[in-house]
């Protein structure tokens, strides 16, 4: 029975010699440990040989080799970039990769050549990620009947390609998106979520978000974004800071973006004292009657609101009508 055992645990230690390595993954420009050991064996290592697959060159090749006495042979490239870090005497054939490039992203063998049995050999995935830079560029469409971009969230320099996606709420269904994907030499990708939509005044200043997933984030990033639609001033109202005892008249207006310019004028006389929006009133008396209006502009059109002012003698009330 002892000696039964004593053969299959013979058996075993030849036929189960085998090389152990660890996936790795690490962010761009970082360093990689690909440890790689070969268990337990009596036969001598007459060479650990290390051949690469990747993005840069898919076709397997070999890039380094480590004699018995620790020397190191380099091949096919990445030179200084590799460091043997572990112990032929210890069957550690580790190695360090320095600066990750997205093209070093590949499959990677170790081989540990033996005497008298020959190669044993593992894969090692080394992934290599980018994390994206997000943003969102936000776009000022003028309203109009026609689809406009009301704004892009941008994920740029990435691997693997980010998700990205907008958060609508209820506006999912009065608007659009479309993504696109761009390349980038060094491998890495950008992609772009463009929002669509027709430039109604009723979606200026609503909330949004541009979420975007990756694997270098540990939770999903959300951008808050105001959607912002430009209009020509629309109504003009003229509002006293007061009903009965006015100091000033107020000029106001909803556009987008704020009137640029305002005029205000009297009917029956052409020069009024005013600032931007503000009109002050002087102590009010019948000499102060009169239609007063306010034109309003921005880039896009102007508007004007008027104030009907009829002040009694006698009597501190004056009448406002608005037109
Ligand atoms: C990568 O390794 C080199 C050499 O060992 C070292 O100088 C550098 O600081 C390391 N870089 C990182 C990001 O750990
Ligand atoms: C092999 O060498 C590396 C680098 O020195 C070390 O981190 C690793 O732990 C070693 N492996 C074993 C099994 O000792
Ligand atoms: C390693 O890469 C190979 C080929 O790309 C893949 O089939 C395998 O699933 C990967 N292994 C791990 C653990 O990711
Ligand atoms: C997305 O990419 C396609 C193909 O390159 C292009 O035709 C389309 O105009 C792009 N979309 C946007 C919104 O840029
Ligand atoms: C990849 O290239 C783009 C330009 O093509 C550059 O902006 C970006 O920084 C590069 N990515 C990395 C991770 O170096
Ligand atoms: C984004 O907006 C939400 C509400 O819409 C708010 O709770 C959150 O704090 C905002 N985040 C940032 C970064 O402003
Ligand atoms: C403008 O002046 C005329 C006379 O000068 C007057 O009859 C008219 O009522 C005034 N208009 C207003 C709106 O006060």
Request: hydrophobic residues 35%.
């Amino acid at each position: 029975m002892c000696l039964l055992i004593h053969v299959l645990c013979a058996l075993f230690s030849v036929k189960g010699v085998k090389v152990i390595g660890h996936d790795t993954t690490v962010i761009y420009g970082e360093n990689a440990t690909l440890l790689c050991q070969l268990t337990e064996t009596d036969e001598s290592i007459t060479r650990i040989i290390w051949m690469k697959q990747t993005r840069e060159k898919p076709i397997e090749e070999r890039f380094f080799a480590i004699r018995p006495d620790g020397k190191t042979e380099h091949q096919n490239g990445l030179g200084d970039r590799v460091q043997f870090i572990g112990n032929v005497a210890e069957k550690n054939g580790s190695i360090q990769l320095l600066r990750m490039r997205l093209l070093d992203d590949g499959i990677y063998t170790c081989v540990f050549n033996l005497f008298p049995s020959g190669a044993f050999k593992t894969d090692i995935n080394a992934t290599v990620f980018a994390r994206p830079v997000v943003i969102v560029k936000g776009e000022a469409p003028v309203t109009g009947g026609f689809e406009a971009t009301l704004a892009s969230c941008v994920a740029s320099n990435a691997w693997p390609a980010p998700e990205v996606m907008w958060r609508l709420g209820d506006l999912e269904n009065s608007l659009r998106t479309e993504t696109n994907h761009t390349v980038h030499p060094n491998g890495t990708i950008t992609v772009v979520s463009y929002l669509f939509g027709v430039p109604f005044k009723h979606l200026n200043k609503k909330n949004i978000q541009c979420e975007v997933k990756h694997n270098t984030l540990t939770e999903d990033l959300v951008i808050n974004y105001t959607i912002n639609i430009h209009y020509p001033p629309e109504s003009v109202v003229i509002i006293p800071d007061s009903p009965t005892n006015a100091k000033e008249f107020k000029c106001v207006v909803d556009s987008n973006p704020e009137p640029t310019i305002y005029t205000w004028t009297r009917d029956n006389k052409s020069t009024l004292y005013y600032k931007d929006n503000k009109l002050p009133v002087p102590k009010l008396s019948p000499d102060f009657n009169g239609l007063y209006i306010c034109h309003a502009s921005n880039q896009y059109g102007s508007s004007a609101g008027s104030l009907y002012v009829n002040v009694h003698t006698g009597e501190s009330i004056f009448f406002i009508f608005f037109l």
